[in-house]
């Protein structure tokens, strides 16, 4: 088969070799130029308008980020993911949303793990899936984080499909936020009577998403089979689970989330003691609210993930604490409407430093919200070192200083986790 490998980062280049190892005749295809040697049967077109010609080729298989229209073809369009759907042997619970995918993914595979199970953590938070196909079996359990890339054309759904909150996100990329929460929908849209749903209990876009097909199980709520929170206590049925003192990350945000997890994985397990272990031992991810230093009786926060409004309003509302918060970065056509009135009715707040791309626009948010001007701060400059110094100087002792930035990191810094871990530097040598 004539196949065309469309994008080569690290997901196309485990796309090629998934594909070269099956003998198949390969071109490699990128905007960029193709620097690193490649096996010499393999082709490689390049340029700036070359999705728009790839005729002749049987398969193309996309990269996740590219939208799957760009591609002119009279083959068929395709993606690691579908392969590997199509091919997986073990069951997949798949976890998608708008923020908290991660988090959620990774509490599923503790508890699971700590139940005695081989799970396979793939997909956004985890290895590129082709590379890891090999290696599972039908008793394991694989765990996928989708995000609305790799759900843009998928043709299949998990037999356990996790729905959190949805709201509007890579307008950038997206064509639409319809556009968006189509892509979503895959997770959901092709599942079998016998496949399980579980969604975010408020949420109207994630509803509307899992009542595509009947029977979807709202986490957070005691009368539908799903996990919910109860006077301190994770419930199930009726029954207590393990305490909710056993959840190491902070914030109410991060209880909805464990909700979520704990619902797919009694699917599996109803263990109390793995339950409980499972969230004992899973301490929180990178850049997710992590604490990274503290000095002067202030704890300094990375929460650099953080790329839409509702995440940083999820680490607003994790502290108690007198809180500086950093927000700004790349604008990628987010509504900061509601940020602003959260921050407006947050009395906790000492002072949100603005920067970035998005500065001037989060404060208009804030000046229509009725957000004091005494209350955040607008810096012009681009030195981050500066950005994070001016927060750490706002803060006393007993404060806690926030790097959410409710936006993504492209006008500064390469990617998040740059970003966070500049931020982890800069305060270490405070």
């Known amino acids: 088969m004539k196949i ?12 090629l070799d998934y594909y070269l190892g099956q003998g198949h005749d390969i071109t490699v295809v990128d905007e960029r ?8 049967e393999v082709e490689v077109k390049t340029g700036a308008d070359v999705w728009s010609d790839l ?21 068929k369009i395709w993606s690691g993911t579908n392969e590997f759907f199509s091919k997986c042997p073990a069951p997949i619970i798949g976890v998608t949303g708008t923020k908290g995918k991660g988090t959620t993914s990774s509490l599923i595979a503790s508890v699971l793990r700590s139940a005695g199970y081989t799970v396979h953590l793939l997909g956004n938070i985890g290895l590129p899936a082709l590379g890891e196909l090999p290696d599972i079996k039908s008793s394991d359990i694989v765990v996928f984080e989708l995000s609305s890339f790799q759900l843009w054309d998928l043709e299949f759904s ?14 950038n990329v997206h064509s639409s936020f319809d556009d968006y929460v189509s892509a979503k929908a895959n997770i959901r849209r092709h599942q079998q009577p016998d496949d399980v749903c579980i969604v975010h209990p408020t949420n109207s876009v994630s509803g509307r998403v899992a009542d595509i097909l009947p029977g979807a199980k709202r986490y957070g709520s005691s009368d539908n089979g799903a996990v919910y929170a109860d006077e301190g206590w994770f419930c199930w049925q009726g029954e207590r689970l393990c305490a ?22 009694v699917e599996y397990t ?3 003691q793995a339950i409980e272990q499972g969230l004992l031992s899973f301490t929180g991810l990178d850049h997710r609210i992590k604490l990274v230093h503290q000095v002067g009786g202030v704890r300094f926060y990375d929460d650099s993930y953080s790329s839409a409004p509702s995440a940083a309003m999820a680490a607003i509302k994790a502290f108690d604490e007198p809180k500086i918060v950093l927000i700004g970065g790349y604008d990628k056509g987010a509504d900061f409407a509601e940020l602003a009135t959260c921050v407006a009715n947050t009395d906790s707040i000492r002072q949100v430093v603005l920067y970035g791309q998005t500065r001037s626009r989060i404060a208009e948010a804030f000046a229509d919200a009725g957000v004091s001007v005494d209350s955040y701060t607008v810096l012009d400059t681009v030195d981050f070192e500066e950005i994070v110094s001016q927060a750490a100087r706002l803060a006393k002792s007993g404060d806690v200083v926030v790097l959410s930035p409710a936006c993504a990191s492209f006008d500064m810094f390469a990617n998040f986790t740059e970003r966070g871990e500049m931020f982890t530097k800069i305060v270490h040598q405070i």
Request: some cysteine.
């Open 4 to 15: 065309a490998i469309a994008g080569f980062g690290l997901e196309g280049k485990v796309n």
């Open 33 to 40: 130029e193709v620097t690193e040697p490649l096996p010499a």
């Open 55 to 75: 005729s002749g080729f049987d398969l193309v298989v996309r990269t996740a980020s590219l939208a799957p229209d760009r591609i002119i073809t009279d083959g």
């Open 158 to 171: 998990p037999h356990v499909a996790v729905i959190l909150g949805i709201e509007p996100d890579h307008l």
């Open 244 to 265: 909710i003192d056993s959840l190491q990350i902070p914030g109410a945000h991060n209880i909805e989330n464990a909700c979520a997890a704990l619902s797919a994985a």
């Open 270 to 272: 109803q263990d109390k």
